[in-house]
């Protein structure tokens, strides 16, 4: 048949030194790329074989196998996919394969600044020249009688095409690598990048050192072999056909055909059912922790779990865990691991999962998401933004359901949770409108109580103090009877919420507080100052005070007037100017009702808010 050579018409002389400068960051993804490509000629054969347009041997087994040659700095990926016609691969590899890279080189060399690619999402084929300098296919397709093809390019925008000599289906893609990406030759390496890219791939993949010396993959596949054939003779099998094994290692032979028949005695790199394609119902307890300790290398147990399940108006899957604050740095250190039929695409990418959902652990796979596009593209997609949106929901429709049917637990995992969910709140209103009802906050008791409930009990416990405040209020509502609802909070006096933010530091006031009655909420995360800011913001009816800001209408001791304490003030005022050399310092002097307290330093609640918020803002960020 054909002997052909061409060239391709591609305006840059050799795309190829771009597109690996480009995508420098990322240069390990071609083993995701091709591996992907085999992946899906076997996805497609499963679908013909399904409408009955192919029949295969009974014990036909699907499969991908790579294999490094650290000797040769070669790589080899052999899938038992459809394989390609000659003239498939004219279409498929020559044209759209070099015009995709011509389109992509048109779609982004006027973006100046490289950042704009997002490099974890390849470029299929032609990425392997991103490591090689040359790139060899021999391929068969399934169709009767159809000739194998051998291919080969160097890289540049010339190719060969010649008849090759596979003689089963699918297709073998050999890449010689460049010096300076030998290291994807070395077994652990290699492994290592399969196992961040192809871990949950649908199809099994088999991994093989050509130059090891022993091939235990190949014994031990020997082995189960022979178990099958009832006889329970491991070790002798070892002795006997390690080397015969070793020798018919070629695939491409016919023992390779026969090899595929038998049932697979190694064990694939790869989880072909991670646990969020199964149905939450099927999936045990200790399943989960599993696959949490196994894609997070997280041996602290995770506190709960959200399974995401939605065919309808997208397709997505998969599971969010709650992790265990670090106690050490109270913080919640996330990874949100994106994949795309199973094929892993990157961490945490920003513009697809809502910020705050980053400091949980999971893995989240979305089959629709557009991935071949520039991050801008990513950030504008409404329907990205869609995703985003639906796993925010799901995430507050979880905490909701807790706090409503287990209290108990919401409780205990709060201290956990509520740096989450409080961050979650101040990045997303919607999240905020979902969960405002469900914060709660821990007492000078020890015990968790919304904000209604404080103030509710506050209001208890001064009762009839508020309850002449009230009625002063209530002469103000308005004419309009419709509005009397509304216009009365608004004109209600905020209520009052006292916060601790260091018990320890603090604990002079808390005493006073606890001597009468009042209570007061522990907010000690550096996240609690901005989130009680925008509570006011957002709530207008609470006013949030430290335990030591201004607190002297509540402690301060009937009869004492300026005039008679003028003294006392000068005197402290000079004192405190000397001690902290703080000439235009104003030093007030109150004389408290609790005897117990000799004095007490405060700070308005406003000043030192400010100076905490800016620390805050530096943290994490905020804009
Ligand atoms: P994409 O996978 O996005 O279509 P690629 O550049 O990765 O783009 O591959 C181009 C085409 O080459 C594929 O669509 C497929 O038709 C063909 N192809 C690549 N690898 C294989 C393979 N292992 N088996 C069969 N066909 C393949
Ligand atoms: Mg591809």
Redesign the pocket.
């Known amino acids: 048949m054909m002997n052909e050579h061409g060239s391709l018409s591609i305006n840059s002389e050799n795309i190829f030194p771009i597109i690996k400068k480009w995508l420098y960051s990322d240069h390990d993804i071609f083993f995701r790329?091709?591996i992907?490509?085999?992946s899906?000629?076997i996805t497609?054969l499963k679908k013909l074989e399904l409408m009955g347009e192919v029949s295969l041997p009974e014990d036909n087994k699907y499969k991908i196998e790579v294999i490094v040659n650290p000797e040769e700095k070669t790589l080899k990926?052999i899938?038992n996919?459809?394989?390609?016609t000659a003239d498939?691969v004219k279409?498929?590899?020559n044209q759209?394969?070099f015009s995709?890279a011509t389109d992509f080189l048109n779609k982004y060399k006027d973006k100046a600044n490289e950042e704009q690619i997002i490099g974890h999402f390849?470029?299929?084929?032609?990425?392997a020249f991103m490591v090689a300098g040359k790139v060899t296919?021999d391929?068969l397709s399934w169709q009767e009688g159809a000739d194998s093809v051998h291919w080969e390019s160097e890289g540049g925008t010339e190719f060969a095409m010649e008849p090759g000599d596979r003689e089963e289906r699918?297709?073998e893609?050999t890449l010689f690598l460049n010096e300076d990406s030998y290291e994807f030759s070395n077994e652990y390496r290699a492994k290592e990048v399969i196992e961040k890219y192809c871990s949950f791939m649908p199809v099994e993949i088999f991994f093989k050192n050509a130059n090891a010396k022993e091939e235990p993959q190949e014994d031990l596949e020997e082995d189960l072999d022979k178990e099958e054939s009832g006889d329970d003779i491991i070790d002798a099998a070892v002795d006997e056909d390690g080397n015969v094994t070793e020798g018919d290692g070629a695939e491409e032979t016919e023992d390779g055909v026969q090899e595929e028949k038998k049932p697979k005695g190694p064990q694939p790199i790869n989880n072909t059912t991670p646990l969020w394609t199964k149905h939450p119902n099927d999936v045990t307890e200790e399943e989960y922790k599993e696959f949490y300790r196994n894609v997070f290398h997280d041996y602290k147990e995770p506190l709960f779990w959200i399974h995401l399940n939605m065919d309808y108006p997208f397709n997505l899957k998969g599971i969010l865990y709650f992790p265990k604050l670090n106690t050490e740095y109270d913080t919640l250190e996330g990874t949100i691991k994106l994949y795309s039929n199973q094929v892993f695409i990157a961490d945490n990418i920003k513009e697809v999962i809502p910020e705050f959902l980053m400091l949980l652990k999971g893995a989240i796979d979305c089959p629709d998401l557009p991935l071949?596009v520039s991050r801008s593209a990513l950030q504008n997609d409404g329907f990205v933004k869609k995703i985003s949106e639906y796993i925010s929901k799901k995430v507050a429709d979880k905490l909701s359901g807790m706090y409503k049917v287990e209290r108990e637990s919401y409780e205990k995992f709060w201290d956990d949770i509520s740096p989450f969910i409080k961050f979650g709140c101040l990045k997303d209103d919607k999240f905020r409108e979902k969960m405002k009802e469900y914060i709660i906050f821990k007492n000078l008791e020890g015990k968790y109580v919304t904000l209604p409930e404080y103030v509710k009990a506050a209001k208890g416990e001064t009762s009839e103090e508020k309850a002449e405040e009230t009625k002063a209020e209530e002469t103000k509502v308005e004419e309009n009877a419709s509005s009397d609802e509304a216009s009365e909070k608004k004109e209600e006096k905020k209520d009052i919420v006292y916060y601790v933010t260091n018990e320890q530091q603090q604990s002079q006031y808390i005493n006073l507080f606890k001597q009468e009655g009042i209570d007061a909420l522990i907010l000690t995360h550096n996240i609690d100052q901005p989130f009680i800011t925008q509570l006011e913001q957002s709530e207008d009816s609470y006013k949030f005070q430290r335990i030591d800001a201004d607190i002297t209408d509540s402690f301060q001791e009937d009869g004492h007037s300026e005039e008679a304490l003028k003294e006392e003030t000068d005197e402290l005022t000079e004192l405190f100017r000397k001690t902290l050399n703080k000439e235009k310092l104003e030093v007030k002097v109150l004389k408290l009702k609790n005897e117990k307290v000799s004095s007490m330093i405060t700070l308005s609640e406003e000043s030192r808010r400010m100076q905490d918020m800016m620390k805050m803002y530096n943290m994490y960020g905020m804009d």
């Not at 390849?122 to 990425?127: D, T």
Request: glycine share 22%; charged share 20%; no cysteine.
């Open positions: 790329e091709i992907s490509n085999g899906d000629a497609k990926f899938d996919g459809i394989g390609m498939e279409e498929y590899i759209i394969a995709g390849g470029l299929g084929f032609y990425s296919i391929t699918g297709t893609i071949n």
